[in-house]
């Protein structure tokens, strides 16, 4: 039974900084060769916000480039999300997820990258941000 436990999510006023993390399992964070996260506001699709590998190379979508960072401190098996100059759009559940396939074109595979499209890996309960 995986689990990811996410934590840090909460309201900010436009233009503000939150961190997210997410917590595994020793064992469980040590086997994962990506980690990553996804967020999903209401009424629309989930988004990939970036990934990082188990060497510590992050990658994220063109559209979340420069305000968010992703990292890891391996000591404490987390991963965090920096997020930085919020705006209203970027209100949603943020997710953090592991070792899922990226999905593109109809063929998924496994990928360390964080799209809209992905099937199976692990998944956290979520954890809210509202930006206003």
């Known amino acids: 039974h995986v689990q990811l436990v996410e934590s840090g999510g909460g309201s900010v006023q436009s233009g503000g900084s939150l961190r997210l993390s997410c917590a595994a399992p020793a064992h469980n964070y040590s086997s994962y060769y990506c980690m990553g996260w996804f967020r999903q506001a209401p009424g629309k699709e989930r988004e990939g916000v970036g990934a990082i590998d188990n060497n510590g190379r992050a990658n994220y979508p063109d559209s979340m480039k420069g305000r968010f960072t992703i990292s890891k401190d391996s000591a404490k098996n987390t991963l965090y999300l920096q997020m930085d100059s919020l705006t209203p759009e970027d209100s949603a559940t943020y997710y953090c997820?592991?070792?899922?396939?990226?999905?593109?074109?109809?063929?998924?595979?496994?990928?360390?990258?964080?799209?809209?499209?992905?099937?199976?890996?692990?998944w956290g309960q979520g954890t809210q941000v509202t930006v206003s």
């Open positions: 997820a592991a070792d899922w396939e990226y999905c593109s074109r109809g063929f998924c595979y496994p990928s360390c990258r964080a799209g809209r499209e992905t099937r199976s890996g692990y």
